[in-house]
């Protein structure tokens, strides 16, 4: 497995803010404990490089560097919710040619390469009360999700295509539910401008049991990001928008509430730019070796 020799910097993101809370379930799936992604704001998706992490965002990222390389983390998150991820690729028929892609990386471009992820949150264990307040038996909340992605260069051109396929367990209290959900992406690779463009559809699905045969949707997103290596410095910059396919993503704050001396109520006002930076991810990274 290599090692990362490089500095991450993160100059600015968003995605505090950014997040449509309270729409969907399996919300665990847009929770990112790979370093280098919380570094870059969480869901930077033109990373193509040996970060076994990032198909897992992208699956278009998906390459033979990747080979026989594992990615374990974990995060310790407030009270004792607890998250994890577990990454690994292999390459079959590994032999051919190699491409470069900037600051002296090759890829292989021959053999086909399968990724494997798995994620999983466990909320911990809280104290149950049936509905006059009398205590019960406590209850915990575990949900994970397990997944499969390939990805291929299209002839002739520096596009490459990817797909994850995954399955998804959830358990909270008495109530199970099982999901299916694919992701789609695709990266443009420009070696002469070191440019990286990409889109990813990620988290289309269904569930196929419910929660008590209720039935919701699962947090669905488009996202697209460029970014490009300095040419005079060792850096890359990176520029993501998440959530396209929904523009207003903001939610008044009720603590924000104002009332005139008529008692009139007016609501937070929501402007242009509050929405444009919870669509917006900016990151760089630092490579000093090449210094």
Do not use: C
């Amino acid at each position: 497995m290599k090692t990362f020799t490089k500095l991450f910097i993160f100059l600015s993101a968003f995605n505090v803010n950014s997040q449509i809370a309270g729409e969907s379930t399996y919300e665990f799936l847009n929770i990112s404990s790979s370093p280098r992604q919380l570094a870059l704001g969480g869901k930077e998706i033109t990373l193509f490089d040996f970060d076994v992490n990032q198909p897992s965002i992208n699956p278009a990222s998906i390459n033979s560097r990747m080979d026989n390389n594992l990615a374990i983390n974990f995060s310790n998150y407030f009270s004792d919710i607890k998250y994890g991820t577990a990454a690994y690729a292999h390459t079959f028929n590994n032999r051919g040619n190699t491409l470069h892609f900037g600051l002296a990386h090759t890829f292989n471009n021959r053999g086909n390469t399968l990724h494997f992820g798995l994620s999983y949150i466990d909320y911990g264990e809280f104290p149950g009360y049936d509905e006059q307040g009398n205590a019960t038996n406590d209850f915990t909340g575990k949900e994970s999700a397990f997944s499969v992605g390939y990805s291929s260069k299209i002839n002739y051109l520096p596009i490459y295509v990817g797909l994850n396929l995954r399955l998804i367990t959830s358990s909270l209290e008495q109530y199970n539910s099982i999901g299916i959900s694919t992701d789609l992406g695709v990266i443009y690779i420009n070696s002469e401008m070191n440019l990286n463009i990409a889109m990813v559809i990620r988290n289309f699905g269904t569930q196929i049991k419910a929660y008590n045969d209720i039935y919701e949707s699962l947090p669905f997103e488009i996202d697209i990001g460029v970014s490009q290596l300095l040419e005079n410095a060792p850096v890359r910059w990176y520029l993501t928008f998440e959530n396209v396919q929904k523009w207003n993503i903001a939610l008044s704050n009720p603590s924000r509430l104002t009332t005139d001396l008529d008692g009139n109520i007016t609501e937070e006002k929501i402007t242009f730019f509050n929405n444009i930076f919870r669509h917006l991810l900016i990151g760089a990274e630092l490579f000093p070796e090449s210094i």
